[in-house]
């Protein structure tokens, strides 16, 4: 009998010893480090912080960020696993978006401690900075004899979800200024300049001395004429008096129609200056149908660039100063627009090549109408923050969203908007400038 109990007990005992060596492999831990691989074509390289995860098949979790190194530790269980890794980082106006997976990741008890697993990362950009608005047609004069057209201005918009900063900032547009004119850039129906990577900037550059910092979702109003109230003389008009920047540069361009004294509420530093190489006045940005485009000159001056005969181009006139223009890099190049006048389309032609943008919006000049970019429904719809906020009663154009842009950002909403390099999909022709609303 008591041999039996011995029997009994040692059965137990050598029970629980095995449930505890099962016990201790189930809670044993292994040391992975992940690194991340940054595409050899990249301007960006590892940086500290990035959040990196490892997944089990089961379904759990493991959180660890990258060292200045771009490498991630861990201690995880035995298992098998999936790492990951996404990135956004903002760079000369674009935002950088990196991610990457590893499946099939092993670990077992012959894992070595420390062992690293390379997690190769993909880029894609997209622009952070957009043109929201370019209002450039004029309104009626109060007094029914004509049609004033002195208050042209552009918006700028941060689309993206990090601050924008920019160096070497620059405004420009295409010859011939009115998309229906005669253009002498055309072979076999093809742009001259099509393929060369470069689009010409005619008359002039304006460019900002200072960075231009744009906070995530906000905009600022640039004056392109007159950066004055100019609803005191012509009440449909719109006040620009308020305007964050204006082009203003008395030496270049002395046309007091186009260029009155700014309003001592921008300050002088946030005056565009203008290169010119072209001839005129003023620049002559049509009020009909222009194709302007937003560019940086990156690590170049941009006097510099623009005072360079090598990037200088005549439009197939050579000799003829009116018809200068810049050559200004494709990869330069931020966003662009395409207009053409409502009852010109016929006789329009593009200007702007279909890798900067691929369509045109059209514009009834001269009673206050502005081409305005187009909300993208879904991304702004998925933002959290968003519930609740947005307006769907829009009365003012054909937006696809069906999304009042400015009556809910007004009620505090976060607006995406569109951006799909065509001027036909991400602009409608808004019947009021959004600065009257």
Known sequence: MKNYALFILSSILFFCASCSDDDNDAYKTY??????VYPTDSELSAVSGVAVTLTSNTGTIYDSTTDENGKADFTVPAGIYEAAASEQRALDGYTHILNGTQ?????????????????????????????????????????????????????LYNNSEQTATLSNFCLGMVNPYNAHSAINDYEDGVLSYANSGYIPAGCAIWYLEDDLTIESGKQVVIALNGAIDHTTTYSQSVDLSNADYCTYDIEDFNSTSYYPTPSEN?????????????????????NNSPAFFIFTT??????????????????????????????VLNEWILDAIEVF???????????????????????????GHTSYRNVDKEATEAIADNSGKLVYTYSYGTDPSGIDAEASLANGARIVYQDTNNSTNDFHERSQASLRD
């Not at 390379?118 to 929201?132: F, P, R, Y």
């Not at 006097?303 to 100063?321: E, I, L, P």
């Not at 090549?353 to 009673?367: E, P, Q, S």
């Open 31 to 36: 040391e992975v480090s992940i690194q991340l």
């Open 103 to 155: 499946t099939g990741i092993t670990i077992t008890t012959s894992w070595t401690n420390g062992e690293v697993v390379s997690l190769s990362l993909t880029e894609s950009t997209s622009g952070q900075i957009v043109i929201k608005e370019l209002y450039v047609g004029g309104v009626q004069k109060d007094d029914g004899s004509g049609n004033y057209q002195y208050d042209k201005y552009v918006i």
């Open 266 to 286: 921008i300050p002088t530093d946030h005056y565009f200056l203008a290169y010119k190489y072209g001839q005129g006045t003023g620049w002559p940005l049509s």
């Open 298 to 327: 990156q690590d170049q001056d941009p006097v510099t660039f623009a005072s360079t005969n090598d990037y200088h181009y005549t439009n197939n006139r050579t000799g003829n100063a009116v018809w200068c223009c810049a050559k």
């Open 341 to 367: 006048s409502a009852d010109k389309i016929d006789s329009s032609n593009k200007r702007l090549t279909d890798d900067i943008d691929a369509g045109y919006t059209t514009l009834t000049n001269y009673y």
